[in-house]
């Protein structure tokens, strides 16, 4: 809503010394959100004034016509002369009156005027259009044509109200009241402890029955109707520049004096208008819902085919406007350039209708206008009247009308809202100790008539149809009395629990990879099925059963993503673009799995609590989120330097990761050879745990198969690891037991085992393991080597055992049975043979 | 103390006279000052104390004196012995630390080489302000609530009072989760990613009895595109508070507190009306510039870029819960009354680390995130 101050300060005396910005203040703190002040004309400088076309000679031979007009300005040039100016504009003619700026002048934006040499001609100022000065659109495209009244020589700046001041506000849904200079002038007279010149307190003539017919067959949908009538109007008539201007600040166009009227008014009181060409309108006019396949073109003059919950305005023919949004193109004003002639009669219609209706209609057609914007925040019903007579009034000033004594009326009006309040709930909710007087006091303010002593009876006025609850009413008491000015108390929970462990094991999952050199990247969860097929995931694989969005940003993604893996290999592939080679990303975040079967999240009450099982019915229709951790590597994982070689990333770091995220969440993690989708399969390791002793897979590592390297444009030899949290902390050992620390001297064997190439190193591990027996403190494998002295398709695994036993020093021999039989088991599991032996 | 010479035996050893031991003594004594090095000094040392040196060889002469003149020319041999083994002794310390002082020197190291064999990681300055934002909270005793990111439009909306038909429903630019396409059904799910961190509010509150103090940081989403200031997916964190006799002057000290935590004690806010449909009375929330401490305003010889010269930087919302959601979510509103804020972190951490750009948060740019560590 764009408030001209000169026009506020019509319904409230504001001291002459108050800015712009004064004002915004005090609207700001009173919860107006004023977002800025314009200053129009602020570095405007004269001359600036009201000329007569004299003459006015073509000039050809330019690329666009030119005309060099000779224009008086009676005394303003100092000289009487008539003044020489070249234009390029043509909507005038001699005899005009026009607006001339002189050499000295500076126009909006700073734009200097001087007398200078053009088109061949001595050109000494301007023939100027509403658009070089800062007037906004007028419609007409072209310079400013005054009516014939206007005196030549006369100060244009004050004649066209060049300079003011206007407030921006943005209205929020509970203040539609502020969608008027009468609510903005009452919130200004209240900031302002001024009285408040109510612009909808008029005479208004009684309904009668002569009025112009109106049925109403939908009261649900408008419970007041109200139409006049007003005849003769000039055909000629036009808004004049005081009205023009206000609608120009405003941010309104300039039309035609009777939807400039209408528009007028619906500023000033906030009720939306809408007038008919009375010619145009056959019999009665209805309001009603539509018939399904029923159409209308409105006055955008677009087609709308109407859904049943439409609530239309009709005449005898059927539809003529759909109610409270936008009217219909058949019975659309005429103004004085129609080829049929201008409409000399109107019938003027001031309705309430429902907000929900009207906003389910704008909606439905994707049509918000000033009226539909109106009525969804809820309009005065009470004023209707008095903006139907506001509407006469100046038609019959301004177009020469006469008004018609007929006065229709249709009221269903509701019942005035009442709410009862104690005297001090206001203070209550904001923990001050207003009084019962100042709370009165601050309701009367608003409009409220306030009955009672402890508790308080408040009946609320029309135009505040946002006041329904006793908490309502506290805040207008409260943001009167000032927001700025509440005190500042800590309230004392009671004592908290801190973090959960889950809480704490997300922290310390990210410091842990942080630490261990990878950065954290927050990808959108937005993917493509096409990825999955990059990604070589099998046609039946789970992870391709996605929620998809009905209305996504992009087409190519309208899914939610299964597996962090698309976002976080498109982050590694946009840093390697950028440069960024050596590369370790992680991210930890929630993916999507929907229901086995889909359902849909019902609707609950909101009068009471929800039972368990209506709130178990809404998560049963939510897809399963875990949260998942991923990593991706690329490039160098050590740097070469000038303490020796590099080493690239790869398969083991990706399973390290695994290791890592296993060790802080205090889970054993089951590492095995493994095949899936983006994996290279030989280099794919199945990472598992246990959870209620039931192996469960909860992820991949590895390195990246080329294939899907090549299809994602990826660094070779990039390597993954991704995996399911949420299992992870499941399989969780929860709290460490502290270990007993033998302190007698430890026994160490090594051992070299051979085994066929194929088999697993954590086979032989978990054998020698097993076999050692309890004396075994730590087994480390240490080298593991190939090559022609161990036989083809073999290696040797070299283990360290180091041995201790809690109550003694180990003899030679004890620790060398023990070496004994976990090399036995590993034989007869593994089929490792001892090397050398 | 040795016997008197009671009976002189004239038998003399040429060796052990005095005189003689005195110049075998000086002798080893100038061949260990000599010794320039270990091995120079361990040569004198077999030299002049080895099993042939002239010392011990005159030692073992001892034996063939008369008794009584033993002890008098094995007191002397002795006491050469002695300072020869002492001088050598010194000799050799000296030379040993001569050499490690050497050594230390050769040893030296250009310690400015630089190290990044592996480069360092960070954590996302979006998780970590959330971690630091909650973390103040926590300290008061406030718990951390979490809750899905696809959510019913229920939590989302119903239950914090955005009616169907409510404007500010319109306000929030919802991404729409498909539903079941069927006979009996046209696709819609009544689900929604959460356009905000409220509705945990309303799960935290169906979950547990109050008192209820909790702050929720989480990951929301709405349909604007990605540019310098906005980003379809972002982060907010939410606070509830819901007790016996709460206010809203306790929401403001609760204002208070967290922006001194985090900006310094001499901050404050201011709050402004506004409207939410799930407070009411409901505020716009700012904070005192923490750069220019408002002094910028109306002063433009000291402008400001952080709060455009405003004084104040927009927080966020808050207000005291709407009764209304309190019933929908099972709490007595005539016994209990709560407070809630809710802010954005994207914006946070622009004003608060100078961060111009939604993009560079986005993108997972390592060149980013680096700087910003493991905490902030």
Redesign the interface.
């Known amino acids: 809503m764009r408030v001209p101050l000169s026009w506020l300060r019509e319904y409230v005396d504001l001291p002459a010394t108050e800015t712009g910005r004064d004002v915004q203040a005090k609207l700001?703190?009173?919860?107006l959100?004023v977002e800025t002040v314009e200053h129009l004309g602020a570095d405007l400088k004269g001359p600036l004034v009201v000329g007569q076309v004299l003459t006015i000679e073509e000039l050809d031979g330019f690329k666009k016509p030119i005309r060099f007009c000779t224009v008086d300005v009676g005394q303003a040039n100092g000289t009487g002369e008539p003044q020489e100016i070249v234009c390029g504009a043509r909507n005038f003619a001699v005899g005009d009156k026009v607006v001339v700026v002189l050499p000295g002048a500076v126009l909006p934006g700073g734009f200097a005027i001087s007398a200078r040499k053009t088109y061949g001609r001595n050109s000494h100022g301007m023939i100027c259009s509403s658009d070089e000065l800062g007037m906004g659109d007028d419609g007409t495209k072209g310079i400013i044509v005054l009516p014939p009244e206007h005196e030549v020589g006369t100060d244009a700046v004050e004649l066209l109200e060049l300079v003011d001041e206007v407030l921006d506000i943005a209205v929020?849904?509970?203040?539609g009241y502020c969608l008027s200079l009468r609510g903005v002038a009452r919130e200004a007279a209240i900031a302002y402890g001024l009285p408040l010149r109510d612009p909808a307190l008029l005479d208004v003539p009684a309904p009668n029955a002569f009025g112009y017919p109106v049925k109403v067959s939908e009261p649900a949908g408008c419970d007041r109707f109200t139409a006049r009538t007003v005849t003769g109007l000039a055909p000629e008539a036009r808004s004049p520049i005081w009205l023009r201007r206000r609608l120009q600040k405003a941010g309104m166009r300039p039309i035609s004096l009777a939807v400039d009227v209408t528009n007028y008014v619906m500023l000033e009181l906030g009720q939306p208008l809408h007038a008919y060409d009375r010619s145009r309108i056959q019999g009665a006019i209805g309001v009603r819902r539509a018939e399904p396949g029923e159409k209308l073109t409105t006055l955008d003059g677009v087609v709308r085919t109407l859904d049943p919950e439409d609530l239309l305005i009709t005449d005898d023919r059927g539809a003529i406007g759909l109610a409270g949004v936008m009217g219909g193109a058949n019975t659309e004003i005429a103004d004085h350039g129609h080829a049929a002639g201008a409409s000399t009669e109107v019938v003027i219609e001031a309705a309430h209708f429902d907000?929900?209706s009207v906003?389910?209609t704008a909606?439905r057609h994707r049509l918000a206008s000033e009226a539909s914007k109106r009525f969804?925040?809820g309009v005065d019903p009470l004023a209707a009247s008095a903006a139907a007579q506001r509407t006469v009034d100046l038609l019959v000033l301004l177009a020469g009308g006469t008004a018609e004594a007929g006065v229709t009326e249709v009221i269903a009006p509701p019942a005035p809202h009442t709410i009862t309040i104690p005297a001090n709930h206001p203070d209550?909710?904001?923990?001050?100790d207003y009084g019962r007087e100042t709370v009165v006091r601050r309701l009367q303010e608003i409009g409220c008539d306030v009955y009672g002593q402890d508790e308080l009876i408040v009946t609320v006025p029309s135009w505040r149809p946002d006041l329904t609850?006793?908490?309502?009413l506290?805040?207008e008491v409260?943001?009167l009395e000032g927001?700025?000015n509440?005190?500042?108390?800590?309230?004392?929970?009671?004592?908290?629990?801190?973090?959960?462990d889950r809480?704490r094991l997300h922290?310390r999952i990210?410091?842990a990879?942080?630490?261990?050199?990878?950065?954290?990247?927050?990808?959108?969860?937005f993917i493509g099925e096409d990825v999955f097929d990059q990604l070589g995931l099998a046609a039946d694989d789970p992870k391709r059963r996605v929620?998809?969005?009905?209305?996504?940003?992009s087409d190519e993604e309208p899914a939610?993503r299964t597996t962090l893996l698309p976002g976080?290999l498109a982050?590694l592939r946009?840093?390697d673009g950028?440069g960024?080679h050596?590369?370790?990303?992680?991210e930890t975040?929630?993916v999507?799995q929907p229901q086995d079967?889909?359902?849909?999240?019902?609707?609950?009450?909101?009068?009471?609590?929800?039972t368990d099982e209506e709130?178990a019915s809404?998560t049963a229709?939510?897809?399963v989120?875990p949260l998942h951790a991923a990593v991706v590597l690329a490039g160098a994982?050590?740097?070469a330097?000038?303490?020796g070689k590099?080493r690239p990333a790869d398969w083991a770091d990706a399973i390290e990761a695994a290791r890592t995220l296993a060790r802080e969440a205090g889970a054993e993690l089951l590492v095995r050879q493994g095949q899936y989708g983006p994996w290279h399969p030989g280099r794919c390791a199945e990472l598992a745990v246990v959870i209620d002793g039931a192996e469960q897979v909860i992820g991949y590592a590895g390195e990246l198969h080329p294939g899907v390297l090549k299809a994602l444009h990826l660094p070779a030899r990039s390597s993954a690891m991704e995996l399911d949290l949420d299992a992870l902390e499941r399989a969780s050992a929860g709290v460490p037991k502290g270990p007993h620390i033998s302190s007698f001297p430890v026994a160490t064997q090594d051992v070299a085992l051979v085994v066929d190439q194929s088999v697993p190193a954590a086979g032989v591990e978990a054998a020698l393991r097993e076999g050692a027996g309890e004396l075994l403190e730590s087994i480390r494998l240490f080298d593991v080597f190939t090559g022609e002295q161990i036989g083809e398709g073999k290696k040797s695994l070299a283990y360290a055992l180091r041995f201790r036993a809690d109550d003694r020093t180990l003899t030679v021999d004890e620790a060398s049975a023990a070496r004994d039989t976990a090399v036995a088991l590993a034989a007869e599991r593994t089929g490792a043979v001892l090397r050398g032996a | 103390m040795s016997a008197p010479n009671k009976s002189y035996d004239p038998v003399e050893v040429e060796a052990l006279k005095p005189e003689e031991i005195e110049r075998m003594r000086d002798e080893a004594l100038a061949a260990f000052a000599a010794a320039d090095s270990l091995d120079a000094l361990q040569e004198a040392k077999v030299a002049h104390t080895g099993g042939t040196s002239p010392l011990a060889l005159a030692n073992r002469e001892i034996g063939a004196l008369p008794p009584h003149a033993k002890a008098d020319a094995g007191k002397r041999v002795g006491q050469a012995r002695g300072a020869v083994n002492k001088a050598l002794g010194a000799r050799q310390a000296e030379l040993e630390a001569e050499r490690d002082a050497r050594v230390l020197v050769e040893e030296a190291v250009d310690v400015t080489?630089?190290?990044?064999?592996?480069?360092?990681?960070?954590?996302?300055p979006?998780?970590t302000m959330m971690?630091r934002v909650a973390d103040v909270f926590?300290s008061?005793?406030?718990?951390?609530a979490e809750g899905?990111?696809?959510?019913?439009?229920?939590?989302n909306f119903?239950?914090l009072?955005f009616g169907?038909?409510?404007?500010?429903r319109?306000?929030q630019d919802t991404?729409?989760?498909?539903?079941?396409k069927g006979a009996d059904?046209d696709?819609?799910?009544?689900?929604v990613?959460r356009t905000h961190t409220s509705p945990v509010q309303a799960r935290t509150m169906?979950d547990r009895e109050p008192?209820v103090?909790v702050v929720c940081p989480g990951?929301v989403f709405r349909?604007d595109?990605l540019d310098a200031t906005h980003t379809?997916?972002f982060h907010q964190i939410e606070l509830l508070?819901v007790?016996e006799?709460?206010?809203?002057?306790?929401l403001?000290?609760?204002l208070?507190?967290m922006v001194q935590s985090l900006f310094g004690a001499d901050m404050?806010t201011?709050?402004?009306?506004?409207?939410f449909p799930f407070t009411?009375?409901?505020?716009?929330m700012d904070m005192l510039c923490y750069v220019c401490k408002g002094e910028s305003v109306g002063n433009p010889d000291r402008p400001c870029r952080t709060c455009s010269s405003e004084g104040w930087i927009e927080l966020g919302g808050c207000g005291?819960v709407?009764?209304?959601v309190l019933?929908?979510?099972?709490v007595d509103p005539e016994k209990y009354?709560g407070f809630a804020f809710g802010f954005g972190i994207e914006r946070m951490l622009m004003f608060r680390h100078n961060v111009e750009d939604m993009r560079d948060?986005?993108?997972?740019?390592?060149?980013f995130?680096?700087p910003f560590?493991?905490e902030i």
């Open positions: 700001i703190s009173a919860g959100e929020t849904p509970d203040r907000p929900i906003a389910r909606r969804e925040r209550k909710v904001a923990g001050v609850d006793p908490n309502d506290a805040e409260i943001r927001y700025e509440l005190p500042s108390t800590l309230p004392k929970p009671p004592a908290g629990l801190g973090l959960t809480q922290r990210g410091r990879l942080a630490g261990a050199g990878y950065v954290e990247a927050l990808n959108y969860p929620v998809k969005l009905v209305n996504p940003l939610l976080l982050a946009r840093n950028r960024s050596d590369l370790a990303l992680f975040g929630l999507f079967e889909l359902r849909v999240a019902g609707r609950l009450p909101v009068d009471r609590r929800p709130i809404l229709a939510l897809p989120q994982r050590e740097q330097g000038w303490w590099g | 080489l630089p190290y990044d064999r592996v480069p360092a990681g960070a954590r996302h979006l998780t971690e926590v008061m005793g406030y718990e951390v899905p990111e696809v959510e019913a439009e229920w939590f119903d239950a009072n169907p038909d409510h404007p500010a319109q306000m991404f729409f989760v498909q539903g079941p059904s696709g819609e799910s009544g689900v990613l169906l008192p103090y990951r349909t595109e379809p997916v508070a007790d006799g709460l206010t809203m002057a306790d403001k000290g609760t208070d507190h404050k201011r709050l402004r009306p506004n409207y009411e009375p409901s505020a716009e005291m709407n009764p209304r019933t929908a979510c099972g009354s948060m986005v993108e997972g740019d390592v060149r995130t680096r560590g493991m």
